[in-house]
């Protein structure tokens, strides 16, 4: 009886490696019996150190898997731009865990000073999860850079089963704040490289049993709320978007070209970066984009030309608990862009369930001041100005204020001992934000957080975006000191 069962097994083994169109490994498996044993970890040897679970993360990042794998990319071979870090590495390690063969990407060689991972930190973790890896360096703006590291693909794997388009730029502004070198970053990489990855990566895909493209882009929503903030941006995405729109009717039958976008802010380094201080709170961890992704590309061709949330895929699958994916559970998350609700509903929906936490709300035994709100406001600023705060900051802002207390306003935290007050700031702003008096007010209040007032178009503005951040640490000051 053994024996049979051997046979059998020995049988679907080398059903599953045959591979159409050419004799490699490198294609989307069936597991045997055997992949799937609980011991199979404590029989492979260290070169293939395929374990089974309970892989070692980075000390400060966690792991959440909801989705089990299943084994179902075991042997494929996926290209995924931008995997040093955040979603696309997530993605990497998830598709490792089967024993996929994975190509990182990505422009970070060297270590960044403020962004976590390089390519080859990446490619270490996806070995010790399982996989091979190969890394590659590559600007996808580059067309002999993305060519080269196809090649090499080619030549370690033997194919390519799945495209990941996750590599992205971002810059939140208007038209006019946006520089043109930003806007060329922006559709070079959203876009161009996206078409770019994906042409030199298709004619590989087509020789596969099971070939896909997921780029990581939104729905196409045209509602212009979506555009009005930050018109180059959208642009940018919306052309990612545009590719699966295309592509999937293009190659219909042969290749499944889909989207995948998240429900909820997602925990990156570009979150941090653009959120400020205490935005992850509000988001998931990378990990349920990485299990959504992991569902997609474990179906078949037919399911092709779709628009997908990672809520909804993963409810699909059987997941009904997310509590497991938010960075703090229990706390209100953070909606992501271009889905349903508009960004100043959202805005309203995130305060009326307490996402402002992140900054403390002033107490009802706070002592009122006395004058106007924003000379009150003002003076409250005054108080909580000292030498660490000019010298951490080293910014000089300008508010236009519109509403009932309209007035131009200055806050300097560059020169000397500081100031503010009425009027232009004595030399030119490093910031100029514009809103309306009352969202002034309650912004430096701690009952508006600057992320959401930005989000929902309360708040534009002009000049050094990383200046603009630092504000926060001023109004935790603020906050702080019960003004």
Request: glycine content about 10%.
């Amino acid at each position: 009886m053994t024996a049979c069962w051997f046979t059998r097994s020995l049988r679907r083994w080398a059903s599953c490696m045959r591979v159409k169109g050419r004799g490699r490994t490198g294609a989307s498996l069936s597991p045997d019996p055997w992949s799937q044993h609980p011991l199979r970890s404590h029989h492979r040897n260290k070169k293939n150190r395929l374990s089974f679970r309970g892989l070692e993360e980075p000390e400060n990042q966690k792991t959440v898997i909801m989705l089990q794998n299943t084994g179902k990319l075991r042997g494929c071979t996926l290209f995924i731009t931008g995997a040093s870090r955040g979603i696309g590495k997530a993605i990497a390690l998830k598709a490792a865990r089967d024993g996929a063969n994975i190509v990182i990407a990505a422009k970070t060689a060297e270590p960044h000073p403020k962004l976590p991972g390089t390519i080859y930190s990446a490619a270490k973790e996806v070995e010790e999860a399982g996989g091979q890896a190969l890394a590659c360096i590559v600007d996808i703006r580059d067309e002999q850079q993305v060519e080269d590291a196809v090649q090499k693909a080619i030549e370690r794997f033997g194919g390519i089963d799945i495209l990941v388009n996750n590599a992205s730029a971002i810059s939140l502004t208007g038209t006019l704040e946006t520089p043109l070198k930003r806007v060329d970053l922006m559709l070079g990489i959203n876009l161009r490289g996206t078409y770019l990855t994906s042409k030199l990566v298709l004619p590989h895909l087509l020789k596969s049993r099971s070939p896909h493209i997921l780029n990581l882009s939104p729905p196409l929503n045209l509602n212009p709320i979506w555009f009005k903030n930050h018109t180059a941006y959208t642009m940018a995405k919306y052309g990612m978007s545009m590719c699966v729109l295309g592509m999937a009717e293009e190659f219909r039958g042969q290749v499944a070209v889909n989207a995948l976008w998240p429900k909820t802010a997602i925990q990156t380094a570009a979150m941090e970066m653009l959120g400020g201080e205490g935005v992850s709170k509000q988001c998931r961890t990378v990990d349920i984009m990485a299990d959504a992704a992991y569902a997609v590309l474990s179906r078949g061709t037919d399911f092709t030309g779709n628009f997908l949330v990672d809520e909804d895929v993963l409810r699909q699958q059987g997941v009904q608990d997310f509590e497991p994916y938010a960075v703090q559970p229990g706390h209100p998350l953070l909606p992501d862009f271009f889905l349903d609700d508009a960004p100043e509903t959202l805005v309203e929906k995130m305060e009326q369930h307490g996402a402002t936490p992140a900054f403390r709300p002033p107490t009802s035994s706070a002592t009122p001041l006395s004058g106007g709100p924003i000379e009150n406001t003002f003076d409250a600023i005054k108080a909580v100005i000292n030498e660490d705060v000019i010298k951490t900051t080293q910014g000089i802002y300008q508010f236009d204020l519109s509403g009932e207390n309209a007035g131009v306003w200055f806050l300097d935290l560059k020169s000397g001992s500081g100031g503010a007050g009425p009027g232009q700031p004595p030399v030119k702003a490093d910031v100029i934000m514009t809103m309306d008096s009352a969202d002034f007010t309650k912004m430096f209040a701690g009952q508006l957080k600057p992320t959401m007032a930005f989000m929902g178009g309360k708040l534009r503005i002009k000049g050094d975006m990383a200046l603009a951040l630092k504000l926060e640490k001023l109004m935790g000051r603020m906050n702080k000191a019960k003004l």
